[in-house]
């Protein structure tokens, strides 16, 4: 039973720990809003910047859920084309192992 406490408290003080790293970073869509309506035959492109806090290390960005890893911490990335309708956008700051750190930020647009 001691040892079942002894678990159970590492695994809540490493998940505190996690979220206490998590708020040291942060990341910032600058462009598009979150709701915007983006035009199908336009480049279009996310402007961001990541702090990406102790543990991370770059970033993975999902566009409906299609994955591509970004290592720049500060620019712009052109996102595919885009069907008309509605997509959502996230960035994700994770680790030299690509695991997530808890940093994240969703947007969701309209093309038309």
Do not use: E, M, Q, R
């Given at each position: 039973m001691k040892q079942l406490h002894r678990v159970s408290l590492f695994v809540l003080?490493?998940?505190?720990?996690s979220l206490l790293f998590a708020a040291e970073g942060s990341v910032t869509i600058s462009s598009p809003a979150d709701g915007a309506k983006l035009k199908t035959d336009a480049e279009n492109k996310v402007v961001y910047e990541i702090t990406p806090g102790p543990?991370?290390?770059?970033?993975?960005?999902?566009?409906?859920?299609?994955e591509d890893v970004v290592r720049a911490l500060k620019g712009s990335y052109s996102l595919p084309k885009?069907?008309?309708?509605?997509?959502?956008?996230?960035?994700k700051v994770v680790t030299k192992g690509h695991v997530p750190t808890g940093l994240e930020k969703t947007i969701k647009v309209v093309a038309q």
């Open positions: 003080l490493l998940g505190f720990a543990t991370g290390d770059h970033f993975h960005i999902y566009v409906d859920g299609k885009l069907s008309p309708g509605g997509h959502t956008i996230t960035l």
